[in-house]
């Protein structure tokens, strides 16, 4: 292939973003794709990136999205209106295993411990982990529901990166911690954090941490991520881009990069992938709704409380009072002067009316440079011309450097044979 | 200390060999640049760049995206001060009197203050990074939410300098900031507020496309519609020289200061520069003979939050090298980049690989003589940018800004919500309502709600926590120092004014 571009639903350093960089790595180093650009779109647990792809990527046949157990949740929390029923799952490629771990100066030495202390007063159990509805809260819910506690009990503290969250547990401002084993081994072969089990079924080569299981808890729990493609491709690109994606994962390079990450290598394909996320699916959604069971229970502790209310109605109070004294300075002062034009602003609000019906139609270089004129003119530029002249050079020199040099993707729209 | 100056020394003895030497000057090249454009900072660049630097050495690599992260915070400075456009959030609290400044004829006096406060707290920053990492690093970690909670109280204290003329109208600002960072996905419940079922809506706003809007879109538009007034607001003729003594006079201390808020805040992974920079900004004015030329081209608003933002940066690589923990966007990318080239950061990073550490860190200090070397000699360039005609000058600030904003995301949304908060921007002018207080309450809002949620949480709902923990409560009175500060140096200015300097 001559192109395949990747989105990454997330921003950049985070395990999709890891994902894909490592495939770029692996496809182009191996001469199996030429040029391979990564577009990260983040946010709400992928759902913004994967209502994106399925939007703008319908029927391309060269670009594929990474995705995986955490995007599921997003879609269940979010309750999104796209899923990954609308998308064609391509590949699974990786798994990782959770530790939970609590900081070298805590007092449970064992699972056993916490646990007890857990069913003994779940509440005064804090545990750290990942954004709400991702793999770590998961996998509290999973353990929680195991030794016979509500999930919804879970005293779950939702931490953003993450470095928040190492950075709580390993100050002991939470009682334990949950997140990927890549995430928290350096810290356990310095002995700041103890892990007390990790969600494997079996226990892993080299490394000294029960599993669950064996301790008595029964849970084996794995994020996993995959590659999906956007719905209304046809048979042949779908082909092809699974060719593509097995013969990257086949290679040197991709394991290497599988190795350094301390990544599972996990590859699924074909039929058994789509039965795969639909199993995956529904365990989901069963252990949210366990979670959330209690979730609009009077407690004030989680809940948003009053605050959305506060600010709401400070808005409208200062705004208000802020409003009469403007009227009332207006009245004193009374500078009388001339009504000021308001032929600029309208020119300018021209050029901005054009510059967003244009941007993703007729592309970047002319709305970039319509914008540039009509406000030129705003200002009362009196050679049109020569401004004209300026705005395209303006509009094709940003459009180079952003979208060549810099490889950001920006419309080209009509002149894209040319750029 | 003996240990780590031989250390040090090794490092150096790395760091000045011609190759990486090389990488170093391409990475602080290349961070310049992409500070200097809105809408892609650093952490985007590095992670760009990593498939080109796999086939690298990892310490050339290293040294390279050491350069590109220091040299964006200083090539942020420059739209801001020339254009009031901001590309990243570290840079917004120098747009506030450095615009000003580079309408009254002082870009250059701007931009060399930004340049050297930013080489004097990029060094210095840089020189407590090398012997003071190990104790910050676990200092940091004491900071929980009660504390980060407190701390963005502390910042809301500094809104109190920002207010300008009318308390109401600042208030009124503040309060439109903190409703619009109620949109969103609630980080606790991981529910949707205010999203209106529109799922961009989701991840909230983002305060670049508030600063842009309210910035560089509001005062476009207010200056066409004064345009047709009177034509008596043209830029006067720019001196290209730089700073003159009085300025250098006036800049020394916030350099110092910026870099003594920048470097402990950067430490904690508290998210951003936005408090630091505020915080010195807020202290200048507070400490400053004539407060009323804050607003007005202070350049002491312009050296102490460019100095705070360079040595934060700094700070957020503690963490990093000492504990492993990222707590910015380009930390987190160069985490990843260390598990690329199979190194573990953590706790052992130190012990297991000090010649990569070293060289770094030795490459930093080489990096920002780079920076200074590089910058001075660019500040009479751009300062040229604003003998550009108005029309045009306007025109391409326009364009910018819709740049910037659309890069940020690709979003049209964003794009429709820049040119809507650029209305409410120029209203905001015509009416005298001042437009920071908006932008702080946008960012402190969730941070304080987020922090004292997760505290009530984690404490079962006992409130108590806030007056019981040390560190919490030390900043809580700091805050309200500064909130009584101008009535306490009301009280104490005589002898204020008299110490010697």
Redesign the interface.
């Known amino acids: 292939m001559n192109e395949l571009r990747l989105m990454a639903p997330a921003?950049?350093?985070?395990g999709w973003?890891?994902t894909a960089?490592?495939m770029?790595?692996a496809l182009?180093q191996s001469a199996l794709v030429r040029v391979v650009p990564?577009?990260?779109?983040?946010?709400?647990a992928g759902?913004?990136g994967l209502?994106?792809f399925i939007g703008a990527e319908r029927g391309s046949g060269d670009t594929l999205l990474v995705s995986g157990l955490i995007m599921l949740g997003g879609i269940v929390?979010?309750q999104?209106?796209v899923t990954l029923h609308d998308v064609v799952p391509i590949a699974r490629l990786t798994g990782e295993y959770e530790v939970i771990a609590v900081p070298a100066a805590s007092p449970f030495h064992s699972l056993r411990e916490f646990l007890d202390a857990f069913k003994a007063r779940p509440?005064?159990i804090?545990w750290g982990g990942g954004?709400?509805?991702g793999s770590d809260q998961m996998l509290a819910g999973l353990v929680a529901e195991a030794v016979g506690i509500a999930p919804h009990r879970i005293?779950y503290?939702?931490f953003?990166?993450?470095?928040?969250s190492?950075?709580?547990i390993?100050?002991s401002?939470?009682s334990a911690g949950v997140n990927g084993l890549?995430e928290f081994?350096?810290?356990m072969?310095?002995g700041?954090l103890r892990a007390l089990a990790i969600s494997s079924a079996e226990r892993l080569p080299g490394l000294d941490v029960p599993t669950l299981r064996e301790q008595g808890v029964d849970v084996a729990f794995e994020n996993w991520r995959a590659v999906m493609a956007p719905p209304g491709i046809s048979a042949s690109d779908r082909e092809r881009l699974e060719r593509t994606v097995d013969a990257m994962v086949h290679t040197p390079a991709w394991r290497d990069?599988v190795a350094?990450?301390?990544w599972l290598d996990r590859y699924l394909a074909g039929p058994e992938l789509a039965r795969f996320i639909d199993t995956e699916e529904q365990r989901v959604r069963g252990i949210l709704a366990k979670l959330d069971a209690g979730?609009d229970r009077s407690?004030?502790?989680?809940?948003?409380?009053p605050?959305?209310l506060i600010?709401?109605g400070?808005?409208v109070v200062?705004?208000l009072?802020?409003g009469r004294?403007?009227m009332r300075s207006a009245k004193t002062d009374a500078r009388g002067?001339?009504f000021?034009?308001?032929?600029?602003?309208a020119?300018?609000g021209v050029?901005?009316a054009l510059?967003?019906l244009m941007?993703?139609r007729v592309g970047?270089v002319g709305a970039?440079a319509v914008?540039?004129?009509f406000?030129?003119?705003?200002?009362?530029?009196r050679h049109p011309l020569r401004?004209g002249i300026?705005?395209v050079a303006?509009?094709i020199g940003?459009y180079l450097?952003?979208a060549r040099v810099?490889?950001?993707?920006?419309p080209a729209g009509v002149l894209a044979r040319w750029l | 200390m003996g240990e780590t100056l031989a250390a040090l020394r090794v490092g150096f003895a790395s760091a000045l060999t011609p190759v990486h030497l090389a990488w170093a000057l391409a990475g602080v090249t290349l961070g310049t640049a992409v500070g200097v454009?809105p809408g892609?900072g650093p952490?985007?660049t590095?992670?760009?760049l990593?498939?080109v630097t796999?086939t690298l050495d990892p310490t050339s690599a290293f040294i390279m995206f050491g350069g590109i992260y220091y040299g964006a915070m200083y090539g942020g400075s420059t739209t801001s001060i020339l254009l009031n456009t901001p590309g990243e959030t570290a840079s917004i609290a120098t747009a506030i009197d450095g615009y000003v400044m580079a309408r009254q004829g002082r870009a250059a006096a701007a931009l060399t203050t930004a340049a050297v406060g930013s080489f004097v707290a990029g060094t210095l920053a840089t020189i407590a990074l090398t012997f003071f990492s190990p104790p910050l690093a676990s200092l940091?970690?004491?900071?929980?939410?009660a504390e980060y909670f407190a701390l963005a109280i502390l910042a809301f204290a500094t809104v109190s300098t920002l207010l300008g003329g009318?308390l109401?109208?600042g208030?009124?600002s503040?309060?439109?900031g903190?409703?619009l960072?109620?949109v969103g996905?609630?980080?606790?419940?991981?529910?949707?507020?205010?999203s209106f079922g529109i799922?961009?809506l989701?991840?909230g706003i983002d305060v670049l496309i508030l600063v842009i809007g309210l910035f560089a879109v509001g005062e476009?538009?207010y200056?066409?519609?004064?345009?047709?007034?009177d034509d008596t607001s043209d830029v006067p003729p720019q001196k290209l020289t730089g700073m003159s003594r009085d300025d250098w006079r006036r800049s020394w201390k916030p350099w110092l200061r910026g870099t003594a808020i920048g470097f402990p805040l950067g430490v904690l992974?508290c998210g951003g520069s936005v408090i630091p920079t505020f915080l010195s900004y807020t202290i200048e004015k507070r400490l400053s003979e004539a407060p009323d030329r804050f607003g007005h081209g202070a350049i002491e608003g312009v050296a102490g939050p460019e100095a705070a933002n360079n040595a934060a940066a700094a700070g957020v690589l503690v963490?990093l090298l000492t504990?492993?923990?990222?707590?910015s966007?380009t930390?987190?990318?160069m985490?990843?980049a260390f598990?690329?080239?199979?190194l573990?950061?953590?706790?052992?990073?130190f012990a297991s690989r000090p010649d990569l550490v070293w060289t770094l860190v030795a490459s930093l200090y080489i990096g920002n003589v780079m920076l200074l070397v590089l910058n001075l000699p660019l500040v009479g360039l751009w300062a040229r940018v604003m003998l550009v005609?108005?029309?045009?000058l306007?025109?391409?600030i326009?364009?910018?800004a819709?740049?910037g904003a659309?890069?940020l995301?690709?979003?049209?949304l964003d794009?429709?919500l820049l040119?809507l908060v650029g209305i409410v921007g120029c209203a905001m002018r015509m009416?005298?309502?001042p437009l920071v207080p908006a932008v702080l309450g946008l960012v402190l809002?969730p941070l304080a709600?987020l922090q004292f949620?997760?505290e009530?949480?984690?404490s079962?709902?006992d409130l108590t926590v806030f007056v019981t923990r040390p560190i919490c409560v030390g900043l809580l009175l700091v805050a309200a120092l500064v909130l009584m500060a101008p009535w306490l140096l009301r009280r104490w200015k005589p002898e204020v004014v008299e110490a010697p300097s």
């Open positions: 921003a950049p350093g985070g973003d890891q960089r490592a770029q790595q182009q990564v577009d990260n779109v983040p946010g709400a759902t913004i209502a994106r929390m979010h999104s209106p509440e005064s804090s954004s709400a509805g005293n503290v939702a953003s990166g993450g470095g928040e190492l950075s709580a390993l100050g401002q939470v890549a081994e350096a810290q072969d310095a700041t990069m350094r990450y301390r979730h407690s004030t502790v989680t809940s948003s409380g605050y959305p600010v709401l400070g808005v200062f705004g009072a802020a004294s403007i002067g001339p000021p034009r308001l032929g600029p602003l020119l300018m050029g901005i510059h967003l941007l993703e970047f970039a914008l540039f004129w406000t030129a003119r705003a200002f009362d530029a401004d300026l705005a303006l509009s940003s450097l952003f810099l490889q950001l993707q920006l | 454009l892609i952490a985007l590095v992670a760009l990593l498939p796999f940091a970690l004491r900071f929980g939410p009318s109401l109208r208030l009124f503040l309060f439109l903190l409703a960072g109620l996905i609630d980080q606790l419940t991981g529910d949707a507020r205010f799922p961009q989701l991840d476009t538009m200056q066409a519609w004064r345009h047709g007034q992974p963490p504990l492993g923990l990222p707590s966007a930390a987190a990318v985490l990843a598990q690329q080239y199979g573990q950061p953590g706790p052992l990073l005609p108005r029309p045009l306007f025109g391409g326009l364009v910018l819709s740049l659309y890069s995301n690709r979003s049209m794009l429709v040119f009416y005298d309502i809002g709600e949620r997760r009530l949480a984690i079962e709902g």
